[in-house]
T-cell receptor, first 115, second 112 residues
Framework: DVKVTQSSRYLVKRTGEKVFLECVQD?????MFWYRQDPGLGLRLIYF?????MKEKGDIPEGYSVSREKKERFSLILESASTNQTSMYLC????WGEGGNQPQHFGDGTRLSIL | DAKTTQPTSMDCAEGRAANLPCNHS???????VYWYRQIHSQGPQYIIH???NNETNEMASLIITEDRKSSTLILPHATLRDTAVYYC?????????????FGKGTHLIIQP
């Protein structure tokens, strides 16, 4: 089974702190994704990466950055946390398949609260 | 992603088959039908996907109509742990990574 592991299930940080969310997958997938999920707004893509050291902005990249130094690990960084970044953060991965026809597999999420 | 329409909620008795419908009347020929579910406070879980033919795996079966305008996800023997929100989406089969967009989904409640 595909395993996507997020470093924390729950995290509480203060406004202005630099926050690191870590994600590791064990299936040698090329693609990795960071989403946030908020009630009434659904799933929104922050950043994704299709290879080591490569990154692409999603729909809401402002206030975030990412790092992918190794294939299995994709980090999301909140440069200076703000209260509007309180959310559920979800990491996903997928292989590079023929025609892009490959499902994304998700971790259990990190519920981040910024006080 | 093309738009899909699902019922807001459904009930099913434990042990019975749960049949979840999805309409995707504007689906293109190169778009797949995907199903995910999300149990409360957990990440979304991939269930199954298909293009034209019916598909079955260890979790569920996917029945796609011949005109591809609708599909049904079947959980053959529903258990209480199948209570979740189920999302039906269509995705372009072309190359490249892209983000998923979920609609409101169907809240399936399995009754004991």
């Amino acid at each position: 089974d595909v395993k996507v592991t997020q470093s924390s299930r729950y995290l509480v940080k203060r406004t202005g702190e630099k926050v690191f969310l870590e994600c590791v997958q064990d299936m040698d997938h090329e693609n990795m994704f960071w989403y946030r999920q908020d009630p009434g707004l659904g799933l929104r893509l922050i950043y994704f990466s299709y290879d080591v050291k490569m990154k692409e902005k999603g729909d809401i990249p402002e206030g975030y950055s990412v790092s992918r130094e190794k294939k299995e690990r994709f980090s999301l960084i909140l440069e200076s946390a703000s209260t509007n970044q309180t959310s559920m953060y979800l990491c996903a991965s997928s292989p590079w398949g023929e025609g892009g026809n490959q499902p994304q597999h998700f971790g259990d999420g990190t519920r981040l609260s910024i006080l | 992603d093309a738009k899909t329409t699902q019922p807001t909620s459904m009930d099913c008795a434990e042990g019975r088959a749960a049949n979840l419908p999805c309409n995707h009347s504007t689906i293109s020929g190169n778009e797949y039908v995907y199903w995910y579910r999300q149990i409360h406070s957990q990440g979304p879980q991939y269930i199954i996907h298909g293009l034209k033919n019916n598909e079955t795996n260890e979790m569920a079966s996917l029945i796609i109509t011949e005109d591809r305008k609708s599909s049904t996800l079947i959980l053959p023997h529903a258990t209480l742990r199948d209570t979740a929100v189920y999302y039906c989406i269509v995705r372009y089969s072309g190359g490249g990574a892209d983000g998923l967009t979920f609609g409101k989904g169907t809240h399936l409640i399995i009754q004991p």
